[in-house]
């Protein structure tokens, strides 16, 4: 029987409240105070489905007629398949009483339960007040725990795991005008309790500033080989129609410890171009899946474009690369448009994709308006048969 225990003195309580709420307690009858852990439905679920995995491997499985392995693995193609919206989409909304222009919760990133401490899910994303903590048993329904304010101030955040260590890198805006930003990095053994904030990266190259934008944001952090590779924005173009900037150029740097220093490559690695009808006025964000797939990196990009009827918009693509230096598109569309629902009509923004099982869960937020929207946060799904 698979459990998942909550063992942190000063956060215990709070996740235990959440659980009892939501799972199954153990059927003896003891408390989760008496018994220190509570049934997770879902790792019972995964626990059978490697049992069936184990018997296929003794016992093969698959096409008996003709002796063909069965196989439910995806291909880089297969990412251009559909991606389908959760029924329950969108999952999270901003607080209630936030008004806007703070109507918004955006930029998830995601711990999967087998990657997590206490073996539930854990979600962060930010406000304009900072970063929020969310936690669920199934991927669906979520909490926000930690009161009703932020972690600390904070945007773009994203989770890196190191052995028993989490890193949260983040973008933290210094200037409003001109717009100016660093990215910074926090530990925590637990996803609760997080250090003090760490400068690594900051604006230096001529393509990362300009008159009215010197930014370094949108961070994402993948090791190969012993080497730290921290992708991230920079720069930014304004969107007129919503009085905001978005981020212009994609670079990525180097290090060997994961603190720094990262050494920049010195030209950016996606920038926009009018020949790219879905990225032709900025790069927009990038994260890659954790490891290559038929020999390639995939990435995912939310590129940002002007429509033909000159509205401002965002959409998310797929990208292949070798190297994780030169990118192609993967797909000639993008996977996820705005419009097509009434709490994402003018942008789909950024997100962190986990590979569940045979499926991909992409977390993303999207925006219903222009100048005065609300962004929330939705999941769409590539199965394998799609």
Known sequence: MVIARCSYPEHGNEVKRFLRKQCWLKSSGMTTRDAGFVIDPLWMLRCLMAFFVCCCLIYGCGDSENGSPATNEQTPESFCSVWKDHPANPLIEPLPGWQWPNSILADPTVVVPEESPDGTWHLFAHSLQGIHHYISIDGITWEKVQGEGPLFEGMRPSIYREGSQYFMLYERVLCILPLSSVIEIRSSPDLFQWGIGVKILEPTLPWERSIQSNTTGNPFLIKRDRTYWLYYSANGVFLPDCFYFE?????????????????????????????????????????????????????????????????SRSAILVLSSHDGLTWDLLCPEPVIKPGDQSWKTAFVYAFDVKKI?????????ARNGWLIGTERIGLCILSPEQ
């Open 357 to 365: 099982d045979h499926e991909y869960w992409m977390y993303y937020n």
């Open 247 to 311: 981020p212009k150029f994609i670079g990525v740097a180097r290090a060997e410890d994961i603190l720094g220093p990262y050494q920049k490559e010195p030209e950016p690695l996606i920038r926009p171009s009018s020949e790219e009808p879905f990225r032709n006025m900025g790069a927009g964000s990038m994260k890659l899946l954790s490891s290559q797939l038929n020999g390639l990196w995939i990435g995912f990009n939310n590129g940002i474009y002007q429509d033909l009827e000159g509205n």
